[in-house]
């Protein structure tokens, strides 16, 4: 089991930028960022492994997910930037030990922090 610690939340107006952090106690792991806003189902941003990212395609022009070069510390981020108010939602990062067919499915992750919550004025 990793454990999963999400930082960086808060709030800003539209057209701003945020950076959330997700620090997490193992490696080798697919990591994942999801949201959730009231009232919707839970859906994917971004995930990353040792490879390559990969997004939502909502997500592909204003969403950054990166980890420290080599990896150097055990963290995930995800910049956000041109904000709107349809971004505010808990994000959660997520973890799954080794690869996933479909790394942005909700269902391939068992580890799960405890989410961070963004929110995003007009």
């Known amino acids: 089991q990793v454990q999963l610690v999400e930082s960086g939340g808060g709030s800003v107006q539209a057209g701003g930028s945020m950076r959330l952090s997700c620090a997490y106690t193992a490696r080798r792991y697919l990591m994942g960022w999801f949201r959730q806003a009231p009232g919707k189902e839970r859906e994917a941003v971004a995930s990353?492994?040792?490879?390559?990212?990969?997004?939502a395609d909502y997500a592909k022009d204003r969403f950054t997910i990166s980890k420290p070069k080599d990896n150097a510390e055990n963290i995930v981020y995800l910049e956000m930037n041109s904000l709107k108010p349809e971004d505010s939602a808990m994000y959660y990062c997520a973890a799954r030990h080794g690869v996933a067919p479909d790394p942005l499915a909700e269902d391939n992750y068992n580890n799960w922090g405890q989410g961070t919550q963004v929110t995003v004025s007009s």
């Open positions: 990353i492994d040792s490879i390559e990212p990969t997004y």
